[in-house]
């Protein structure tokens, strides 16, 4: 997917799957701004909103805002929360969370 100021980068699979579940380019993701990065356990792709993460087979699920910058901090997909197990969803006091395969994160 692509725009005149954005270079086109293909999103297939399992985050194709998820980029459309969230509205593509008109939901929070947008644009996609990296290829998938596969990993030893699963793969990762950027987008301009946030990032999509998928343990194989999948399906991928959704980081972004404080969630995402907090898991990155405490060291992503290798640190002691592991893979996302659940979309980041916005609690009722309007924090973000989400499960992981070894914790929860609110930010």
Known sequence: ???TSTPTVPVVG???A???AH???AGLLKFPATVVTEGIRGSR???QGGE???LRPGPARLLYGAVLTAWHNAG???SRYGFPITDTT???DGRLTCQFEHGTITA
């Open 1 to 3: 997917a692509g725009t």
């Open 14 to 16: 399992v985050m194709y």
């Open 18 to 20: 998820a980029w459309l």
């Open 23 to 25: 509205n593509g380019t």
């Open 45 to 47: 792709q950027v987008f």
């Open 52 to 54: 999509l993460w998928a």
């Open 76 to 78: 992503g997909d290798l």
């Open 90 to 92: 916005t609690t009722p």
